[in-house]
């Protein structure tokens, strides 16, 4: 035990140190596998020093935001020793905290962050709720003679695995309040507020009022009106008002332009939506192969750019109007491929630091975390990435041809989803997986690599 505390410790001082120090970070935050930073000077991030370090899995430069690969389970507990040296390094100095983020113009970049920013914090309880689900699905499989046997105890258990998808909508009203720098409260209020069953009761300038009939694209739109509208009021109010009429004035305004605007429009995007799924993916004629195959292939590509945080709200709709999402499945497969072609290189690489890599990444990246894989091996190799984006496309042809769905909006991919695929069709996931892990091991030994010397 001490020895890992040593290393997590070792991890976070040097981030700290490579980064320029804690006066130069802005912000800090954390993925699942990531720590994440925005610098003030980024000239002072040392990029190759980080890459020697012990435990770094890879280091990625997205827009302004520099993140630091170190793993499923890492990330979350270096951020936790950083966040603390952090605080305590703010306490202890006299100019102003420097996880203050510095004030910037819109970009698409920095939006997309922000919605990983937003969505991010909700996988712990949307993975656990999701796997309670899934159990009772294997226990109702394999042994439904139990679940006859006490069906009091798997109705408990089925409330408990349901209930993240009850308040969704309000832990992402509080997270896009918080990371706006409004209040996390107004920020649940108005989320709340789109989804009370009351509003099935009013019938407004002739129209019947319809309850979270905006979806995750309206909690979005109008929490982040209501912040705005909060910030900007408070700055204009006097102070010995502002607790009195800044929440007055937001949560009227914003519950009125909520209900009359942003439900709207929030509705209108999760019909056209539902039809794009409905025609691309979920239609028995070959086209939703060929989708699929495109968008298990050109994944990681996405991923790369970062423009994959972009689906976030997408997935979470696409479960709430289906009952499954029917796309994380098609995209994890870039992941799969990258398994396939990475073992091929295993087998053949006579480079030892290579190999060693690749003992450690393979296992991981098989559950679902290809991140080592994917900038550790194949990336810098070349020829197996595209190999892997080969596999990719067989495995999710595969995927959209079996319509596998899983019963979360989103989590890790690989075969830590198979307790949240929809009922019966685990063995569909498991070929469409093989699938992309033979494909991509074929095509690596066809194009090949070249086995670094050192």
């Given amino acids: 035990m001490a020895n890992k505390i040593e290393h997590l410790d070792t991890l976070a001082s040097e981030i700290e ?18 720590i994440r930073l925005i610098l003030k000077d980024s000239s ?9 370090v012990e435990g770094v899995k890879g280091v990625v430069f997205n827009g302004e935001q520099h993140q630091v690969i170190v793993g499923m389970g890492t990330a979350a507990k270096v951020y936790s020793i950083m966040n603390k ?33 937003i969505f991010v914090p909700t996988i712990p309880a949307l993975i656990g709720c999701g796997l309670i689900m899934g159990l009772i699905n294997i226990i109702r499989l394999v042994a439904p003679g139990l679940v006859d046997q006490f069906p009091e105890l798997f109705k ?35 989320a709340g507020l789109l989804a009370m069953p009351g509003l099935a009761d009013i019938t407004l300038f002739g129209e019947k009022l319809q309850p979270n009939s905006g979806g995750i694209f309206a ?18 109010v006097k102070e010995s008002l502002d607790l009195i009429l800044t929440p007055f004035v937001t949560i009227l305004v914003s519950a009125l332009v909520a ?6 429009i929030g509705h209108y995007l999760n019909q056209l939506l539902a039809q794009g799924v409905s025609l691309s993916l979920l239609n028995h004629g070959g086209g939703a192969v060929v989708t699929g ?24 709709e696409i479960l709430n109007t289906f009952g499954l999402n029917y796309l994380f499945p098609i995209l994890a497969m870039g992941g799969m491929g990258q398994v396939g072609s990475c073992f091929w290189v295993y087998l053949r690489t006579k480079n030892q630091r290579l190999k060693k890599t690749l003992m450690g990444a393979l296992p991981v990246g098989i559950f679902g975390v290809g991140e080592p894989l994917l900038f550790g091996v194949s990336l810098p190799l070349g020829k197996p990435f595209i190999a892997g984006c080969i596999g990719g496309a067989a ?25 949240l695929v929809g009922d019966g069709q685990i063995i569909k996931f498991l070929i469409a997986v093989l699938g992309a892990w033979v494909v991509g091991f074929i095509a690596s030994i066809l194009i090949g690599f070249t086995d670094p010397e050192k």
């Avoid at 909690?219 to 204009?236: A, D, N, Q, T, Y």
């Avoid at 209900?259 to 709207?264: D, G, R, S």
């Fill in 44 to 52: 002072l991030f040392n990029t190759e020093a980080l890459k020697q």
């Fill in 156 to 190: 408990l258990f089925k409330l408990i695995g349901s209930t993240v998808f009850a308040y969704l909508s309000i832990m992402i009203g509080i997270n896009t309040a918080k990371e706006l720098g409004a209040s996390t409260s107004i920020g649940a209020v108005m």
């Fill in 219 to 236: 909690v979005l739109m109008v929490v982040v009106f209501s912040s705005k509208l909060e910030l900007w009021f408070r700055s204009i």
């Fill in 395 to 419: 495995g999710g042809a595969l995927m959209a041809y079996f319509q596998v769905g899983i019963i979360i909006p989103f989590g890790t991919a690989g075969l830590s989803l198979i307790p």
């Fill in 85 to 117: 040296r952090m605080q305590k390094n703010t306490d202890n100095s006299e100019e102003a905290p420097a996880s203050t983020p510095v004030k910037k113009g819109f970009s698409i970049r920095r939006m997309l962050n922000t919605l990983a920013a």
């Fill in 259 to 264: 209900i009359m605007v942003f439900q709207p």
């Fill in 17 to 34: 140190k490579q980064a320029g120090g804690f006066s130069n970070i802005a912000t800090l935050t954390h993925c699942m596998t990531r």
């Fill in 293 to 316: 195959a495109a968008l298990g292939g050109s994944f990681l590509f996405l991923l790369l750019t970062g423009l994959h945080q972009g689906l976030i709200p997408i997935h979470t």
